[in-house]
C-alpha cells in the first residue's frame, strides 16, 4: 500500500508514506486507492480511500490536509484542517501541528516529503517541473524554517516520479530552462525526434534541494510511468488515451 523511506524512518515521532494505487475501493481507471479528490471517481471512494491513508499513518480522517494544487511555487502553513476538497491554492504544506497529517497528489510530479525531527516540524511538495522550477521546494523550506525548523537538519526525500526515460519534452520546454543556466543542460539528453530531449526531472529536483542546504536528500528512484502496477501516471493515461486518471496520496505526519 506505501513506500516509506529509511531516512525519514529513522526520524523519532515522524510517520510518513508515499502511497500506492494499490490497497483501495476504487475501480477500473481509477484502482484502487485513487486519492485525487479532483478526479472523476466517486467521491465516496476517493474518501474511503483517503480514510485508508491517514489510518495508517495513525491519524482521524478528517486530520489530512491537502492543497488545491496549480503549479505554483505557493506554500500554505497548516495550522487547522480545512474540509476535504477545500484546501487553498498551494503546492506545498508545512506544519508543526503533531496529529494533523499533510499530504500532496501526483500522477507523474515529484513528490517530496521534509522533516525536521529536532524540530518536530514537516512538509510536503508537489514538484511538477513547474513548481520546480519556479522554487516551490525552495519556498518549502523557507516556510519550514519559519517554524523552527533548521534546514541543516532537514531530510527531504523524493517520491515516485517520471523518470527521464518516459518524459520527452520539445525545444520550447529545453529553451527555458537554458535561458535561466546553462547549467541546466545536463538535465536533458536528445531523444529519437529531432529537436526534442528527454527531461530528468527527479534529477533537477534533486539539485535543486541539494543546492538548498539541506541536511539529507534521498530519492526512491522509482518511475510512475514504467510501473502502472503501482502508480497511476498522467502521461501514461494520456497516451493510452483514457479519459480521466486517478492520482497517488504522499503524506507526513507528527505523532501525536
Not at 494533523?100 to 515529484?110: H, L
Not at 502508480?231 to 497516451?239: M, P
Amino acid at each position: 500500500m506505501k513506500i516509506t523511506a529509511d531516512a525519514l524512518e529513522a526520524l523519532p515521532g515522524i510517520r510518513h508514506g508515499f502511497f500506492t494505487r494499490q490497497g483501495g475501493v476504487s475501480q477500473g481507471i481509477y484502482g484502487s486507492l485513487n486519492c485525487g479528490v479532483g478526479s472523476a471517481d466517486e467521491r465516496a471512494h476517493v474518501l474511503e480511500n483517503r480514510a485508508r491513508v491517514t489510518a495508517d499513518l495513525g491519524v482521524a480522517a478528517r486530520q489530512l490536509a491537502t492543497p488545491y494544487q496549480v503549479h505554483s511555487p505557493d506554500v500554505v502553513v497548516v495550522d487547522q484542517v480545512w474540509a476535504t476538497g477545500d484546501g487553498p491554492k498551494a503546492d506545498a504544506v508545512v506544519t508543526n501541528r503533531a496529529g494533523i497529517a499533510i499530504g500532496v497528489g501526483t500522477a507523474d510530479c515529484g513528490p517530496v516529503l521534509f522533516a525536521d525531527g529536532e524540530a518536530g516540524v514537516v512538509g510536503a511538495a508537489h514538484a511538477g517541473w513547474k513548481g520546480a522550477f519556479t522554487g516551490v521546494l525552495e519556498a518549502t523550506v523557507a516556510a519550514m524554517e519559519g517554524l523552527g525548523a533548521r534546514r541543516e537538519n532537514i531530510v527531504a526525500v523524493l517520491g515516485p516520479t517520471i523518470s527521464k526515460a518516459a518524459y520527452e519534452v520539445g525545444p520550447e520546454f529545453r529553451a527555458r530552462f537554458l535561458d535561466v543556466a546553462e547549467t541546466n543542460a545536463a538535465y536533458f539528453t536528445p531523444s529519437a525526434r529531432a529537436d526534442h530531449h528527454q527531461f530528468d526531472l527527479p534529477s533537477y529536483i534533486g539539485m535543486r534541494l541539494r543546492a538548498a542546504g539541506l541536511g539529507t536528500v534521498g530519492d526512491l528512484a522509482l518511475c510512475t510511468y514504467a510501473d502502472p502496477t503501482r502508480f497511476f501516471s498522467y502521461r501514461r493515461t494520456t497516451h493510452a488515451g483514457e479519459p480521466d486518471y486517478g492520482r497517488l496520496l504522499h503524506a507526513i505526519t507528527i505523532a501525536g
